[in-house]
């Protein structure tokens, strides 16, 4: 049976109305992703059947809608265009919308269907229309899939001055992200097991994780964990409160060179969550274990935390708040030495995000699912400790250098 064969329209007949910085941002939402333009309204038309015919069958598409007020908003669905006549469930897809500074992103909600799929212009949720009626118009009817508000999405200026979509597609970058040596597990775990800070008086490297709530902060605890103890563990659950985690070289083997600092997850509203004054407190070792009220008497170096890591999940940093991207950036304004990990390969728009260069950007994979030990998973954790150790070091030759060299 002879397949069908796809249209394709030229790149090279379209030229896109997306901002540079816009497109960025898309493609960091979606992955290493690069976008090809199919389809754009005031070239073909605003006519459903136009749409389908330069847009069904392509796979995931991300709509791209302008009005005269200066919002850029759209859509994301990783289901292909078919005009099946049924409804499509599609947990990735999510709306957007941008205006000036200001960015937003709206997942579909859990249980709903993300889209109608018939021969009309696109939808998504049977709530939000685009091209309705064939006309450069875009419409809200209600509905519990997306929730949204009109105002905030495009300013309920419901007129469009362009519609376009594009093609994600997944681009195979030259070389790697990151150059990892996958058969290099026993090294990292001697180099870990025999690190010494530079500063004689302290034993352990305190390592504090900061994140919002989920992204896996005592995720991370619990598969370095199970790396030095053998097997996959679950010590830590969520927090509620302030905890230390000494990591023991085996079961009954002696403390490990380092500590990690676990503390409840950030979150958007103001009181909720961690606290920005208690962080400095942790920072400067007023807090001890199990958190209560704040310390009064002064913390020795080996009390105070000596490398600051963000932890967050790359699924959902396209989705994060500017409130809490401000909570972020106001910890990075308290304390210089920040390292970053995230949950899964990174780009340069996610760091640039929150103010930390690439070079403090590693990719790690907690164990959450695994019941045994994998190779490559204990590779990238161990490899991203160590470099929270060297960025310790890089600290405690700051302290050096300025207080006159002490131990």
Known sequence: MQKAKVRKVS??????????ERREQLCASLGNVELTLLYKASVHGYQA????????RQGPTLLVAYNHSGYIFGGYTSVDYTRSGREITDEEAFLFSFKSGTSSYIKVNSGYDARYDDANGPNFGQQLYFCHNNQPVVYHQGGNAFSINTSSI????????????YKPEFSVEEKPWRNVLWTSEAELIGLIRNHKPLMTSVSQVRILMIGPVGAGKSSF??????????????????????RT?????GREGKPLPFVLCDTMGLEEQSGAGLDIEDISSILQGHVPDRYKQKASRPASLQEKIHCVVYVIDTTKISLMSDKLQEKLASIRRKWRKIFKAFMSVPTSSRSSRLGVSVSCVLPVKNYSQELELELNCDVLLLTALQQMLRFADDYFDDIRSVEGNPK
């Open 221 to 242: 605890f619990n598969s370095i964990n199970s790396i030095f103890t053998g097997h996959v563990t679950a010590k830590a659950i969520l927090t509620v409160q302030f």
């Open 154 to 165: 495009y300013g309920n200026e419901t007129q469009l001055s362009e519609c376009e979509v």
């Open 245 to 249: 985690y000494p990591v023991n070289d």
């Open 11 to 20: 790149t090279e007949t379209l030229t896109s109305n997306l901002p540079e």
């Open 49 to 56: 059947s136009a749409f389908h015919q330069r847009c069904d």
